[in-house]
């Protein structure tokens, strides 16, 4: 059984849409792509590199990503790049009703319903499933309730629209930091794990009789 991590880079107001660059990714005529870039420094290449080495042995992607990251990781061809390595090397898990076939080096589609593959999956992988990016199929996997952990990487920015990490349909639960640490420029990064279903109380004053 393998635990599935959702790793992200998130605004303040949640938004995960086109990190990377202005034409990642325009749905909706989004228009702030590349907000992420301005942030990375070296203790932001650390966090990213120590995710991959420590903590990823399989990548689980949306069709959209798995073309961002097959039209670039594969040109990434330096032995002393450790996240280039780590990518072009581990295993992938593909979730696309469009592509019959997939080009990158250890690469493999997911048949079927999504979220029953990626069940399925779980039930028979060892270690952990990480995925990147994929911010539609992220939903799929949060109203399935098939996340186990959350590793976010929050930047201090506001864009107001967007794409976000969580919409309605997402599984109540509750959720316990287990890591935490900053980057110089202000990048949060966050680790949080399952912790049972959520608990409510009240502030509210008794009724004067």
Known sequence: MSTLIVTAFVTLDGVMQAPGGPNEDVDKGFEHGGWQVPYVDDDFMT?????????????????????????HWPRVTDENDPIAVKLNSMPKYVASRTRASLEWHNSHLLKGDAAEAVAR??????GVIMTQGSSDFIRTLQQHDLVDEYRLLITPVILGTGKRLFADGATPTAWKLTESRASSVGVQYCAYERAGKPEYGTFELDAEE
């Open 47 to 71: 966090l990213m590199t120590d995710i991959f080495e420590r903590t990823a042995d399989h990548l689980l992607l949306g069709r959209k990503t798995y073309d961002i990251f097959a039209a």
């Open 121 to 126: 999956l779980k039930e028979q992988l060892d």
